[in-house]
């Protein structure tokens, strides 16, 4: 069982950045590949960023390509997910979501691939 606690959410301005964290509980940490998803207002949950086991293989949604790092710290049970010039339409709550696996799939982008999801944070982006 893998407990996720996200936390970084808050009120910003169009063209500020954030970074948000997900602790995660529970051993083996880099045995968990990780996702970050997003849910605006109104809108189905979507893919944002996916980061393996060990860091090295990472996938972003197009939506946030150039603007996002997702990143990890294994010693720490943490995956952070940092977002510059944000807009808008970045307003959602965050979610970051675990594998039971430590490989990033063909499917990274599906949630039914992620076992493990926290409560989620908001993100409100001003214009």
């Known amino acids: 069982q893998v407990q996720l606690v996200e936390s970084g959410g808050g009120l910003v301005q169009t063209g500020d950045s954030l970074r948000l964290s997900c602790a995660a509980s529970?051993?083996?940490?880099?045995?968990?590949?990780m996702g970050w998803f997003r849910q605006p207002p109104g809108k189905e949950r979507e893919f944002v960023a996916a980061?393996?086991?060990?860091?090295?293989?990472?996938y972003f949604a197009d939506s946030v390509k150039g603007r996002a790092t997702i990143s990890r710290d294994n010693a720490k049970n943490t995956v952070y997910l940092q977002m510059n010039s944000l807009k808008p339409e970045d307003t959602a709550v965050y979610y970051c979501?675990?594998?039971?696996?430590?490989?990033?799939?063909?499917?990274?982008?599906?949630?039914?691939?992620?076992?493990?999801w926290g409560q989620g944070t908001q993100v409100t982006v001003s214009s």
């Open positions: 980061i393996n086991g060990n860091g090295v293989i990472i």
């Open positions: 529970g051993r083996s940490f880099e045995g968990n590949a």
């Open positions: 979501a675990a594998r039971s696996v430590s490989y990033v799939g063909s499917s990274y982008y599906k949630l039914g691939d992620y076992v493990y």
